[in-house]
């Protein structure tokens, strides 16, 4: 498919939203189904909207063959204007109109993955966003809603399974070895919620009868070959639907569920209503080829895409400025599930570490680079591009904020009046900001709305700032808070956020101190909640018998960077031995090691050693405490890594920041020596696999133990722990165990690396997902010799290796472009070369998947020499194609501005 070159596509601004001219009330579809030529008639009732001045009707498409359209069953006049279909003539006040549009498409060139594809032998949609219009000419907007019937024709032996949206109404057999099927979908919906399925496909079914006594069919289909790896996913579905009406009340609303899995998917999967397609990678499992991380992510993302059944279909967005208002929600939502089910206060911080972790990795990192934008973005050339962590990640720390506001029974008193005013209608992150305020009259968010919502609004961010004082005359502490949020593109400067802080005190002895602000007369509390709503603000406490070490935002309650001014070491350690906040000692574990390996990256001569004493003292510590599970302290010393490091810095160096990353890992491999062997002996054996998360703890914490073995073997030349990881990678009886062993291998530089890998694709040369993690490993391992990238560009060749797969793609090359940031940054600029290759090849491919491989460069102005010009001249080369997609020219126009 080729698009022209033209003049860059115009930006869509926020503010122009104009209420469509026609509402659409009914859609009747019929497909008949074939690779090349897929016909497609479309029967629409149509309304003009009285509250929009009359025009003529302007209908989306793309790729699309037009072959009749009538009006009122009568032929009409019409015009093609770009990629629009455009009817002048309709006739006057004659609602409701009857239009029929009749088109062709081949589902089998589209290698974007929007609108109608096929995959495997099967035929699949994707229509969010915009992809409808790439299977029949539509008002492709979410404020349009309709209700949809859908009959479905292909031949029976191919594509034995067909399904779309809704209730079966009807199937049978056609004559020609066809079949069809009807399907209708109750619930009025926007276009962007259509699928189909048609494929060789079975399911793995279960019956549900739910609390109100109605019954409900769930069914997850996938290759015949793959029913052994789903139990899991359904698992996953029963717990969400219970997980809902127990803590929001919110029940299935359908007679049947249905989860498709396909391997080409661009992301992770998608909410159709009824009709949920995923990427298999968040379906498949089974212990032999899914890891722990695996296990958890299925269930998080079946969780993420039932919840939006409510959060995002049964309310939907007005217009694709509000995605936050449906995937913030949504993954806020699918946190606190996964949450619930951990269970124990110690498995939900673990949880909470693992979402902190990634939302500071890719979305403050997103926020400081050339995309950043707000979680209500302003303006945008390709709304794709716009499925960001600040959207997701982002938005659901800003829902997270309300709950912390208002607490947990005030955000359901807020969900429920959302649903009570807004159910069945498209709407705005206003509205919803309007009703927790609304349901909570007497919170400080309904005192402080206008400034709460500045988060939908202002991207980057803030950097809260606090410095404590002591007056031991008076037996006060007062803690200043101040905030400050560094420029973003269009937004020179801010307006202070609300910003709730939850915090404690800790005393010398360790243990909390009581919480009296000064003038305050309620029982102290041992945490509370402060509200920093202007640019700065002072809090006294008072009857403080000591110099406390103050505890500050806990469970990370905004999501701003913390500076502690004046705060030594000690403070620090003080809180990594007591703070009653899990992920405050985590937190300060984190912060005394980013110190050291930043101070290391920026002294004039690398030091000898990265870490002080009193640091290792302490991880020591916490590895040796026995009231601390096994997850808690795998994470613990899960050490800053590069892309983290380089956050911190304001001239990025990538091969010394390469260095000293090495340099630490070494280090505390080697000072903990004996931890390491004491830690793997006792957790090395974890019996039958269960996924769940204290075995699993155990299982990160024998691998992380094995791993650091092996990096001391890599310095004493000893070969015996090497040979017990080869030994553990054979005789694994799980993914977790086996990639645990592989890697220690492969981050010991061991022999036995090569020969592992080699097996490993023996074992696994026809599960795809395994694969993909093959590939990946290959991609992000540590480059000590320079060899990576050409070892990734001899993967190109492999014969499982295809650049029409995504989730292949993403494994190897886009893994090796975002995720091994040594072994990309290459004095020689080869790796710059590479990507900018790899770009414009996928861009003829699907400029989806190129525009995300294009952002490895976000941060290139932030590089120092010779890396940032090598860098920007690989940029203009890939900006200098003519026919670049909208979506690839827009992340390189705003790298290079
Ligand atoms: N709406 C999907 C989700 O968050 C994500 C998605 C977006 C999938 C665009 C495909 C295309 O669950
Ligand atoms: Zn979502």
Same mark, same amino acid.
């Given at each position: 498919m080729f698009r022209e070159a033209t003049t860059p596509s115009p930006t869509i601004y926020r503010h122009d939203y104009q209420a469509p001219a026609f509402w659409i009330d009914t859609v009747d579809l019929t497909f008949d189904l074939d690779p090349a030529k897929t016909r497609v008639l479309n029967k629409m009732t149509l309304r003009r909207n009285?509250?929009?001045?009359a025009q003529p009707l302007r209908l989306d498409g793309e790729e699309l063959n037009l072959a009749r359209v009538l009006v009122n069953g009568q032929g009409t006049s019409f015009k093609l204007e770009g990629d629009q279909l455009v009817?002048?003539?309709?006739?006057? +006040?004659?609602?409701?109109i009857a239009l029929e549009i009749f088109t062709t498409c081949n589902p089998s060139k589209?290698?974007?993955?929007?609108g109608l594809y096929t995959s495997e032998g099967g035929f699949f949609t994707q229509c969010?966003?915009? +992809?409808f219009r790439r299977i029949t000419y539509f %008002?492709?907007? =979410?404020?349009?809603m309709a209700t949809y019937k859908v009959t479905l024709r292909a031949e029976k032996k191919a594509y034995p399974v067909l399904l779309s949206n809704g209730n079966l109404l009807e199937q049978g057999d056609l004559e020609d070895g066809r079949h069809f099927a009807v399907w209708h979908d109750p619930f009025r919906k926007p276009s962007y919620l259509f699928a189909l399925v048609a494929a060789p496909l079975v399911a793995r079914e279960q019956r549900i009868v739910s609390r109100g006594g109605k019954e409900h069919l769930l069914q997850v289909f996938v290759?015949?070959?793959?029913?052994? $790896?789903t139990e899991h996913a359904m698992q996953a579905l029963l717990q969400s639907i219970a997980w809902d009406e127990a803590r929001?009340?919110?029940? %299935?609303? /359908?007679?049947r569920f249905m989860i498709v899995a396909t391997?080409? @998917?661009?992301?992770?999967?998608m909410e159709n209503k009824g009709l949920n397609i995923f990427n298999t990678k968040y379906v498949l499992a089974k212990p032999s080829t899914a890891t722990d991380d695996d296990y958890d992510g299925i269930t998080s993302v079946i969780g993420h895409e039932y919840f939006?059944?409510?959060?995002?279909?049964?309310i939907t967005c007005?217009?694709?400025? !509000?995605?936050s208002l449906k995937e913030g929600l949504t993954v806020f939502r699918d946190q606190e599930f996964s949450e619930d089910l951990a269970g124990s206060p110690s498995a939900r911080a673990v949880c909470r570490i693992g979402n902190v972790r990634g939302l500071r990795a890719v979305q403050f990192s997103e926020d400081s680079g050339p995309m950043a934008h707000p *979680?209500?973005?302003?303006?945008? !050339?390709?709304?794709?591009? @716009?499925?960001t962590a600040t959207v997701y990640e982002k938005g659901a720390e800003v829902v997270r904020m309300y709950q912390t506001l208002v607490g947990r029974d005030g955000f359901r008193k807020g969900m429920d009046l959302y649903f009570q005013r807004h159910d069945g209608q498209a709407v705005t992150c206003d509205d919803f900001a309007q009703a927790m305020a609304d349901a909570n009259p007497d919170s400080a968010l309904a005192a402080q709305l206008e400034v709460f919502k500045r988060w939908y609004s202002q991207a980057g961010t803030p950097v809260l700032h606090a410095s404590g004082s002591y007056d031991a005359a008076a037996q006060t502490y007062t803690l200043t808070l101040r905030q400050s949020c560094p420029a973003t593109p269009g937004q020179p400067a801010k307006q202070p956020f609300l910003i709730p802080v939850r915090m404690g005190l800790i005393g010398r002895d360790g243990q909390a101190l009581p919480l009296q602000l000064q003038g305050d007369t309620g029982t102290p509390l041992l945490e509370r909640v402060l509200v920093l709503h202007d640019t700065e603000a002072s809090f006294t406490f008072a009857d403080i018998p000591e110099a406390p070490v103050p505890s500050l935002l806990? !469970? @990370?309650?905004?999501?701003v960077w913390l500076e502690l001014q004046g705060e030594d070491e000690a403070a620090q350690l003080h809180r990594l031995a007591h703070d009653s906040d899990a992920f405050n000692r985590w937190e300060a574990a984190q912060r005394l090691m980013m110190a050291q390996a930043v101070s290391a990256v920026q002294a004039s001569e690398m030091p000898? !050693? *990265?870490?002080n004493a009193s640091t290792l003292d302490a991880l020591r510590a916490v590895l040796r405490?026995?009231? /601390?599970d096994a997850a808690f302290k795998q994470l613990v010393l899960t050490l800053p890594d590069e892309l983290e490091i380089a956050e911190e810095?304001?001239?990025?160096d990538p091969q010394r920041i390469k260095m000293v990353s090495e340099a630490l890992c070494q280090q505390v491999a080697h000072a903990l020596a004996e931890d390491w062997l004491s830690l793997y002996e006792a957790h090395e054996n974890t019996g039958a696999? *269960? =996924?769940?998360?204290v075995s699993a703890g155990r299982r990160a914490l024998a691998n992380l133990a094995l791993e650091n073995l092996c990096r001391i073997a890599r310095d004493s030349g000893d070969v015996v722990w090497p040979g017990k990881a080869y030994q553990r990678f054979k005789d694994a009886s799980n993914m977790t165990d086996r990639m645990g062993a592989l890697r220690a291998l492969l981050e010991g530089q061991s022999v036995l690396a090569q020969p592992a890998l080699e097996r490993f694709h023996a074992l696994f040369q026809d599960e795809a997902l395994v694969l993909d993690k093959w590939f990946r490993l290959q991609a992000t391992r540590n480059d000590l010799d320079g060899k990576v990238l050409g070892q990734v560009r001899a993967l190109l060749q492999h014969?499982?290796?295809?650049?029409?797969n995504p989730n292949r793609v993403r494994s190897l090359i886009t893994a090796f472009c975002h995720a091994n940031p040594g072994a990309f940054h290459r004095a020689d600029a080869a790796g710059y070369v590479f990507w900018a290759d790899q770009v414009l090849a996928l861009d003829g491919i699907n400029a989806q998947i190129a525009a995300r491989l294009a952002?490895?460069?976000?941060?290139? $102005?932030? /590089?120092?020499e010779p890396y940032r010009s090598a860098a920007g001249e690989a940029i203009r080369r890939v900006a200098a $194609?003519?026919? %670049?997609?909208a979506d690839v020219r827009e992340v390189v126009s705003r790298a290079l501005q």
């Open positions: 009285p509250d929009v001045p009817l002048e003539n309709l006739p006057e +006040g004659a609602d409701p589209n290698t974007e993955l929007m969010e966003a915009q +992809g %008002l492709d907007r =979410p404020d349009v290759r015949p070959g793959d029913l052994d $790896k929001f009340g919110l029940a %299935l609303d /359908l007679e391997s080409d @998917f661009n992301a992770g999967a939006h059944n409510w959060t995002g279909n049964r007005r217009d694709w400025f !509000q995605l *979680v209500r973005p302003d303006q945008y !050339q390709e709304i794709a591009n @716009f499925y806990r !469970q @990370f309650s905004a999501p000898a !050693q *990265v870490l405490n026995p009231a /601390l810095l304001d001239s990025v696999y *269960v =996924p769940e998360p014969k499982d290796f295809h650049l029409s952002r490895a460069m976000d941060h290139w $102005k932030r /590089l120092a $194609k003519p026919d %670049l997609s």
